[in-house]
């Protein structure tokens, strides 16, 4: 099992780009979640999805939307990228089948918006 | 509002000698998990423990062991006989059974000394 995988691990772009992060779990999980990680801020949640079909906002949307392709896939899409949003981005997984519920995490992709 | 915090940004040891990292939450729930996570300079999240608030017994795993204290709200990490493995950020998460998101902290950093 490779568990959860991220694409890309680094990005440049420049102000006003447009690109997807694309995250993939192979655990079979229902709810998968994005979050920013940003120096002296933890992990803040962006959107998260609690089951094929279904998004739902986190602390920190905005600049922001996703897709949640099917069970496997779920992708964070910048339109129009600003200086704001360089940060490292991770996809996690979880089940909601049975205990203890703990996250599975991605190794992360690094975004530098220039 | 949930909360999840860690005081302490930075903390050190000495090699083979034992560090208390702290975390304080906040949470109207019963029903709840906390978790620390580690992440190396690799940056991928590592779950270090867990503990189920109804349980009272406090977590351990080999030389990690944490102190819940449910009234006080707070949960703390007792590394012994730190490694040099052991520098990486710590995360302290919080999780509540009715709802569908992680509560991450700021993080600690920890150094160790050989």
């Known amino acids: 099992n490779a568990g959860v995988t991220q694409t890309p691990k680094f990005q440049v772009l420049k102000t006003g780009q447009s690109m997807t992060l694309q995250c993939a779990q192979d655990?079979?999980?229902?709810?998968m979640y994005w979050y920013r990680q940003d120096p002296g801020m933890g992990l803040r949640l962006i959107y998260y999805?609690?089951?094929?079909?279904?998004?739902d906002k986190g602390e920190v949307p905005n600049g922001y939307n996703v897709s949640r392709l099917n069970k496997r896939e779920f992708s964070l899409r910048l339109e129009s990228a600003a200086p704001s949003q360089t940060s490292v981005y991770f996809c996690a997984s979880r089940s909601t089948g049975h205990l203890p519920h703990e996250q599975y995490f991605g190794p992360g992709t690094r975004l530098t918006v220039t | 509002a949930q909360t999840v915090t860690q005081s302490q940004p930075e903390m050190s040891v000495q090699e083979a000698e034992t560090v208390t990292l702290s975390c304080t939450y906040d949470?109207?729930?019963?029903?709840?998990?906390l978790f620390w996570y580690k992440q190396p300079p690799s940056r991928q999240m590592i779950l270090v423990i867990r503990?189920?608030?109804?349980?009272?017994q406090n977590a351990t795993e080999n030389r990690f062991s944490v102190n819940f204290q449910k009234a006080a709200k707070s949960f703390s990490l007792k590394i012994s006989d730190s490694q040099l493995g052991d520098a990486a950020m710590y995360f302290c998460a919080l999780w509540e059974n009715t709802g569908n998101q992680f509560y991450f902290g700021t993080g600690t950093s920890l150094t160790v000394i050989p």
């Open positions: 655990m079979n999980h229902n709810s």
């Open positions: 949470t109207s729930e019963s029903d709840y998990y």
């Open positions: 999805s609690a089951s094929e079909g279904t998004t």
């Open positions: 503990q189920e608030a109804y349980k009272q």
